[in-house]
Nanobody, 127 residues
Framework: QVQLVESGGGLVQAGGSLRLSCAAS????????IGWFRQTPGKAREFVGG????????YFADSVKGRFTISRDNAKNTVYLQMSSLKPEETAIYFC????????????????????WGQGTQVTVSS
């Protein structure tokens, strides 16, 4: 079992930055790849980015490349999503999710491939 808790959301002006955290409670955090998704009402969850189990590989949707970064601290069971140059259309609830990865490989982009989800944190970008 993996329990995930996101934090760090809030209100930011367009062009601003936020750092989200995803804290996990699990015995072996390094067994899991972590993905970040976002969702707005009436729409499916959208893959934002992800990080491999060791942290050596990061993956991003084209829409956020160059503006978002992901890092993880396996000693603290925490993954971070650093978001910069935020846009109003990126207002959403942001979720982190965990998927068991037996080897060091890329994380999936599809939400159904993730077994564990946090409750989400609201990010609002004002224009």
């Amino acid at each position: 079992q993996v329990q995930l808790v996101e934090s760090g959301g809030g209100l930011v002006q367009a062009g601003g930055s936020l750092r989200l955290s995803c804290a996990a409670s699990t015995r072996i955090f390094s067994d899991y790849g972590i993905g970040w998704f976002r969702q707005t009402p009436g729409k499916a969850r959208e893959f934002v980015g992800g990080v491999s189990r060791s942290g050596s590989g990061t993956y991003f949707a084209d829409s956020v490349k160059g503006r978002f970064t992901i890092s993880r601290d396996n000693a603290k069971n925490t993954v971070y999503l650093q978001m910069s140059s935020l846009k109003p259309e990126e207002t959403a609830i942001y979720f982190c999710a965990a998927t068991f990865r037996p080897t060091e490989n890329a994380v999936p982009w599809e939400a159904y491939e993730y077994s564990y989800w946090g409750q989400g944190t609201q990010v609002t970008v004002s224009s």
